[in-house]
Nanobody, 125 residues
Framework: QVQLVESGGGLVQAGGSLRLSCAASGRTFSIYAMAWFRQAPGKEREFVAGITWSGSSTYYTGSVKGRFTCSTDNAKNTVYLQMNSLKPEDTAVYYC??????????????????WGQGTQVTVSS
């Protein structure tokens, strides 16, 4: 089992920045990739960014490319999501996810076996 704990959410004005952290514990040696998803009220959970545990490959949804950066610190078993130039439409609960499985779609929530509890990000206009 892998446990994930997110932190770093909060309230920020449009144009501001936040850095989310996701600390992994347990069988971290089994992790192949991690990702960030978000869910706004009344909307489905959507993929935001993904990264292999080694940090060698990253993936972003189109709406955050150039604004968000996903990175890993394997020594700390932590994944980060640096969010810059935030917009009101980025408001959502952000979830960290991890999977030990390979060969699956990075952007599909069903590819991930472990999830954090979520952290709220609110961007005011």
């Amino acid at each position: 089992q892998v446990q994930l704990v997110e932190s770093g959410g909060g309230l920020v004005q449009a144009g501001g920045s936040l850095r989310l952290s996701c600390a992994a514990s347990g069988r971290t040696f089994s992790i192949y990739a991690m990702a960030w998803f978000r869910q706004a009220p009344g909307k489905e959970r959507e993929f935001v960014a993904g990264i292999t545990w080694s940090g060698s490959s990253t993936y972003y949804t189109g709406s955050v490319k150039g604004r968000f950066t996903c990175s890993t610190d394997n020594a700390k078993n932590t994944v980060y999501l640096q969010m810059n130039s935030l917009k009101p439409e980025d408001t959502a609960v952000y979830y960290c996810a991890a999977t030990p499985r390979t060969g699956l779609s990075t952007v599909v929530a069903g590819s991930y076996d472990y999830w954090g509890q979520g952290t709220q990000v609110t961007v005011s206009s």
